[in-house]
């Protein structure tokens, strides 16, 4: 930790000779501020603070492009000072806005020996974003060297003239052998769409790609292998009124991710300001349903971020149908419910045949009526919980049961009884234990006593007390 200090010390003497504005964000929580050379000791100790924070989302925003905008940002930062700096903070994701990163800053970005996230896709207000002195030579052939995965890497937000890359070195950096857990990449154009297929070829197991369909012809998708289990795709098409072939592109897209199989994660938007055929939007939904069906391994499907002109509503029934039926599938993310289905039907059909699903909004709120699917939810959630508890200690069951029988109450009978339907065999070991006392108060009975009172008066108080004494177990 000092030498955080002693590299943040000298960065913020070097660069800030006047004041200037930076916010920190910690989960839920922002503070702002400015910072000054007087200010240096007690911004070090928070950003050291904010090192280990337990916060999820911890992030430091330095508000460069109002006062420097002539100057290299990043040529202020000594190499081995950046190093320093992420080698503190491994875990954080780094995003560049600004800058013209030399051949040795190339390097240090590229040859962390743990896996990064790294962003040089933001692009700051009057800017163009970073660039690599080289046009990202010396940054692929680190890459080109690394034996661990890099982490992620995202471009999101850059169009083809604001590329940090060449397209040379775009082509190599998406032909590597370096694994990445996550690309994020813009729509290509111009030059740079002699690359417009690469990516899906790409060594990642997540992809988060945007493509043009002028850009692609149908058939381009035949034989095109596409390895990340998580893809995430735009697809920015025409219309019917623009005599654009966009359902032709749409479903060949969809029939290789049939023929493929593998893909667990899906997020699929058609982006349009035009027209559509019905019949047209038809088809392409029946390939996505052939897709679902084809790929069991699917966990999460979204298709909340088709916008403008295309609508999945009319077609919902048909996703929600596919969806009932498949074996993984756990999340479904709509943009939001259909109003063609005021009475939630799709849904609560589909929610009695896959109990395990659960369908959100674009927000990420559940879909729902606020009370019959609540409660519809709430029984799936109970078979989910027993079922887990099947495969947990044995000895954690008969207190389920005994609670279950003792503390169960009316308003919650069917909870309860999907509880009890996947503890068959502790509730007949009960049943049998019980009935063992009654025989053996009845065996051990006078003969001129033809009902014992006792056990008259005792048996449904031992029984209590056995599924009591198994409750405390």
Not at 27 to 51: P, Q, W
Not at 82 to 98: H, K, N, Q, W
Not at 325 to 350: A, C, I
Request: glycine share 4%; proline share 5%; aromatic share 10%.
């Amino acid at each position: 930790m000092v030498q955080y200090f002693g590299c943040a010390k000298r960065i913020i003497t070097r660069i800030f000779d006047i004041k200037v504005p930076f916010s920190v964000h910690a989960g839920k929580y922002l503070l702002s501020g400015v910072i000054s050379r007087g200010d240096f000791f007690r911004t070090a100790a928070l950003l050291a603070s904010l090192n280990n924070s337990d916060e999820g989302d911890v992030r430091i925003e330095i508000d460069m492009s109002n006062f420097m905008p002539d100057k290299n940002f990043a040529e202020k930062f000594d190499p081995e000072e950046l190093a320093r700096i992420m080698d503190a903070s491994p875990t954080r994701r780094f995003a560049f806005s600004i800058g013209e990163w030399s051949e040795e800053h190339s390097v240090v970005l590229a040859t962390r020996p743990y896996p990064i996230e790294l962003d040089l896709g933001e692009i700051a207000a009057a800017h163009s974003g970073i660039e690599f002195s080289d046009l990202g030579t010396a940054f692929v052939e680190a890459l080109e060297t690394r034996q661990s995965s890099f982490g992620s890497l995202s471009l999101i937000d850059r169009e083809e003239y604001e590329m940090p890359f060449s397209v040379a070195n775009l082509k190599r950096l998406l032909r590597l052998d370096c694994y990445f857990e996550k690309l994020a990449l813009p729509t290509f154009y111009d030059d740079f769409a002699e690359c417009v297929l690469l990516p899906f070829s790409a060594n990642t197991n997540a992809l988060e790609y945007s493509i043009d369909s002028n850009s692609i012809e149908p058939d381009d998708f035949k034989s095109l292998d596409i390895p990340p289990k998580d893809l995430s795709l735009k697809i920015y098409v025409g219309g019917d009124d623009d005599g654009d072939n966009w359902d032709d592109f749409s479903i060949s897209f969809l029939n290789r991710v049939t023929e493929l199989g593998h893909f667990e994660k899906l997020n699929i938007a058609i982006i349009s300001w035009h027209q559509f055929v019905s019949e047209k939007v038809e088809a392409v939904t029946n390939a996505l349903v052939s897709a679902i069906k084809a790929n069991p391994r699917l966990v999460h499907l979204d298709l909340s971020n088709s916008k403008w002109s295309f609508d999945w509503n009319p077609q919902v029934q048909h996703i929600f149908e596919a969806a009932a039926e498949h074996p993984g599938l756990r999340t479904l993310v709509v943009e939001k419910y259909p109003p063609n289905d005021p009475n939630y039907s799709w849904l609560r059909l589909l929610l009695s045949r896959n109990l395990y699903i659960t369908v959100l909004d674009r927000s990420g709120n559940k879909c729902t009526d606020g009370s019959s699917i609540d409660r519809l939810y709430l029984l799936n959630k109970c078979y989910i919980d027993s079922s887990t508890l099947l495969r947990e200690s044995a000895s954690l069951r008969p207190s389920l049961v005994a609670k279950l029988l003792i503390q169960g109450a009316p308003e919650k009978y069917k909870r309860n009884q999907v509880l009890l339907s996947q503890q068959m065999d502790v509730l007949c070991e009960f049943i049998q234990a019980i009935n063992h006392e009654d025989n053996v108060a009845l065996v051990s009975a006078p003969e001129e006593s033809e009902f014992p009172s006792s056990l008259r008066r005792n048996s449904s108080q031992r029984a209590h007390k056995r599924l009591r004494s198994s409750l405390e177990y």
